[in-house]
T-cell receptor, first 109, second 117 residues
Framework: DAKTTQPNSMESNEEEPVHLPCNHSTISGTDYIHWYRQLPSQGPEYVIHGLTSNVNNRMASLAIAEDRKSSTLILHRATLRDAAVYYC??????????FGKGTRLSVIA | GAVVSQHPSRVICKSGTSVKIECRSL??????MFWYRQFPKQSLMLMAT?????????EQGVEKDKFLINHASLTLSTLTVTSAHPEDSSFYIC?????????????FGSGTQLSVL
């Protein structure tokens, strides 16, 4: 998997938007950008993924830079239940996901 | 949506006993499932890749005789921690990808917290 770089931690106020950055300067042309999150004491859950165009789903939005060397996961209104570790991963085909340290998001009421 | 069911969610056992963890894909088939281990405050570490109908592939440093993996059907993989010791205490997580998809999302079980006394 191509290497990704994320901040160790971020903090947000409840009901505010959160922008979680990820740098992946060595991304190849066919690498998808995946985001997962892990809530405390649970297995990871899929959040969103994309290739080139920005993507939206019920959980979040994914903004992908034009050169694809970075992306941003956007939570439009953070809630306390969004407190988790967020992982940005560039999987290679059908190989298993390789998890880095991710970004620990804290949400303040 | 697709769900991966993992049982048990928590197990406490005595040192020297064996523990079996089950991972089922509930509404899709998976020829391959992945087993991860996670220690407190650390990220997930891949232990092995479970292949339906064939031997599992283990990551470097993971003892295949200690962590027995069986993937007997397209919807079930099991991980057995044999002769468990306190250092095996960890959070074990399985995951699977829908058969026939490529570069698509992985689905994860809810994890099993193993505590060996």
């Amino acid at each position: 998997d191509a290497k990704t770089t994320q901040p160790n931690s971020m903090e947000s106020n409840e009901e505010e938007p959160v922008h979680l950055p990820c740098n992946h300067s060595t991304i190849s042309g066919t690498d998808y950008i995946h985001w997962y999150r892990q809530l405390p004491s649970q297995g990871p859950e899929y959040v969103i993924h994309g290739l080139t165009s920005n993507v939206n789903n019920r959980m979040a939005s994914l903004a992908i830079a034009e050169d694809r060397k970075s992306s941003t996961l956007i939570l439009h209104r953070a809630t306390l239940r969004d407190a988790a570790v967020y992982y940005c991963i560039l999987p290679s085909g059908n190989t298993p996901l390789v998890f880095g340290k991710g970004t620990r998001l804290s949400v303040i009421a | 949506g697709a769900v991966v069911s993992q049982h048990p969610s928590r197990v406490i056992c005595k040192s020297g006993t064996s523990v079996k963890i089950e991972c089922r894909s509930l509404d899709f088939q998976a020829t391959t499932m992945f087993w991860y281990r996670q220690f407190p405050k650390q990220s997930l570490m891949l232990m092995a890749t479970s292949n339906e109908g064939s031997k599992a592939t283990y990551e470097q440093g993971v003892e295949k005789d200690k962590f027995l993996i069986n993937h007997a059907s397209l919807t079930l993989s099991t991980l057995t921690v044999t002769s468990a010791h306190p250092e095996d205490s960890s959070f074990y997580i399985c995951s699977a990808r829908d058969l026939g998809t490529y570069n698509e999302k992985l689905f994860f079980g809810s994890g099993t917290q193993l505590s060996v006394l």
